[in-house]
């Protein structure tokens, strides 16, 4: 009775448990704002698409592409956050969930920002092509820059959380 009291003593004072707590709340952080961004910025295209399309049906495949950028921010936390989960275990030392936390936090961050300004820039560039055919597929280098930020976000995430 008095060793597992012990036992019990000794893993709360050496913070068993709360390592695995924050490494699992930077996950879900990760995947959570990449989702946010992308909804958001999904939400602005989305609306623009509509509103070119409801006067001009046929520029659908001009502006689909446009619509669509932003939910890769979405996908890119998706997939740090399979990765990073399956390096989470129960035992992890706290010192080890700030670090997998840390690991997650710039795809986290860059996910969610990106993909709101993605979809403001996109939607601009939907409206151009909505005035201007000749225009829409030129005009998916710009939204496509911000991307470059995203993945960024994810290359650096991807290197960090081996090093958890």
């Known amino acids: 009775m008095i060793s597992s009291l012990l036992a019990e003593g000794e893993q709360a004072a050496s913070g068993a448990g709360a390592g695995f707590a924050i ?3 930077g996950v879900a952080l990760c995947v959570i704002l990449c989702g946010i961004g992308s909804a958001l910025g ?3 295209t989305g609306t ?6 409801s006067e001009a049906p046929k520029k659908f495949g001009k502006v689909f592409m446009l619509v669509l950028l932003p939910a890769t921010q979405g ?3 998706f997939v740090i956050g399979i990765i990073a989960s399956g390096s989470i275990a129960p035992e992890l030392s ?3 969930g700030w670090a997998m936390f840390g690991a997650v936090m710039p795809m986290a961050i860059s996910g969610l920002i990106t993909g709101i300004f993605q979809g403001k820039s996109s939607a601009n560039c939907i ?9 829409s597929f030129k005009l998916v ?14 290359v650096i995430s991807i290197m960090l959380l081996p090093l958890v």
């Open 42 to 44: 999904l939400y602005k």
């Open 23 to 25: 490494a699992m709340v």
């Open 48 to 53: 623009a698409a509509a509103g070119v399309l």
């Open 94 to 96: 706290m010192a080890q």
């Open 141 to 154: 280098i710009y939204p496509a820059m911000i991307e470059f930020y995203a993945i960024l976000g994810l």
């Open 127 to 135: 409206y151009a092509a909505g005035k201007q055919d000749s225009l």
């Open 75 to 77: 996908l890119y936390g």
